[in-house]
């Protein structure tokens, strides 16, 4: 007989969307005096200054179509084991995460589009809709962790965007302040934060554009307000707290390829035969867990994503 004792660790996955406040949410929304209510609740949170206008938007529904081979990595795990340079090199940067305003906030859409434009981020999530998406995230230096994201398409943007057809690759921005954040003082540091792919990628609909985690909107270490992941490449691609987000000719050239491009370079795709300069990928660490397991091709995600890669043997797409 097999027993599976549910370690500490573990959420079921059930438990990543309270599928069940969501509802019962919907139907309190729908009685008579819950506005009121509701009111109220804004208000208590206002005084608390936590107030945030996308707020009822969470739980977003989730997508059905993500599923996992591992359970999820706890909340706990996760919010304090990040990388986020512009406030420091260390993991544990959520306490001075914590001085980044995210809002109000507002991201620029330029470059090779019809029109340029500028949209505040909660229309943004309000526009496109807002999911719930189960997606493993394979750090380059060969952790890995998994997380209840919330957010909307990529590709939902782009088409919002209208590119031009001269546009072949989408460039990411993050904020610039070293007011607030303290890695930014560091002047020879490439900043602010780069990233970029290309037109295919980010109209592959595993793009994700992340406003939010385990059902809340996105806490400051994550990269609030607004980040992308790309879960079939290196964490270092999925670039936090974005501002501006341009439609170009060239190939953009990344945060960490300006700083080293020896050993990170524009594709990242996650490949674990493949190693890194100075170490091996064949395995990842599986935060919150203690253990090692194999890295998968595209960290799993090959079924999906490995079409866009067809024909280009020849460049160095895993590195
Ligand atoms: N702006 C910015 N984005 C960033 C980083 C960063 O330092 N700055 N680190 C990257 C790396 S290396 C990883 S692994 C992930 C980490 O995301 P997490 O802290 O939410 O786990 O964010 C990526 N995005
Ligand atoms: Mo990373």
């Known amino acids: 007989m097999h027993f599976h004792r549910r370690h500490g660790w573990e959420i079921p996955e059930r438990d990543a969307t309270p599928e069940q406040l969501f509802l019962n949410r919907r139907a309190f929304v729908a009685g008579a005096g819950s506005i009121a209510a509701m009111a109220s609740a804004g208000l208590a949170r206002a005084a608390e200054g936590t107030a945030d206008p996308t707020a009822g938007l969470y739980p977003a529904k989730k997508n059905e179509s993500f599923t996992l081979d591992r359970p999820l990595t706890p909340e706990a795990v996760t919010s304090k084991y990040n990388n986020f340079y512009e406030f420091g090199s260390s993991k544990s940067i959520s306490a001075a995460a914590e001085a980044l305003k995210p809002r109000p906030w507002s991201v620029k859409i330029d470059g090779l589009v019809e029109a340029p434009m500028t949209v505040d981020v909660d229309d943004l999530s309000r526009m496109m809709g807002l999911e719930e998406r189960l997606y493993r995230h394979r750090c ?177 797409i895993f590195f």
Do not use: C
């Open 140 to 316: 380059v230096e060969a952790w890995s962790m998994t997380i209840p994201w919330t957010g909307f398409p990529l590709k939902k943007l782009v088409e919002h965007a209208k590119p031009l057809s001269s546009a072949k690759f989408v460039r990411f921005e993050t904020f610039m302040d070293p007011k607030t954040a303290p890695g930014q003082r560091q002047t020879w540091w490439p900043w602010p934060y780069v990233e970029g792919v290309t037109m295919a990628e980010a109209t592959n609909d595993l793009a994700l554009m992340v406003t939010g985690a385990y059902g809340k909107p996105l806490a400051n270490a994550y990269g609030a307000p607004l980040r992308l992941h790309l879960p079939w490449k290196y964490g270092f691609k999925s670039i936090k707290s974005i501002t501006k987000i341009s439609f170009v000719a060239e190939r953009p050239k990344g945060y960490w390829e300006a700083l080293q491009a020896s050993e990170y370079g524009f594709w990242a795709n996650v490949n674990p035969a493949v190693s890194h300069p100075r170490w091996s990928q064949a395995t990842e660490e599986v935060l919150g867990v203690g253990d090692r397991r194999p890295t998968l091709l595209y960290n799993g995600y090959g079924e999906q994503v490995a079409s866009l890669y067809a024909g280009m043997e020849g460049q160095k």
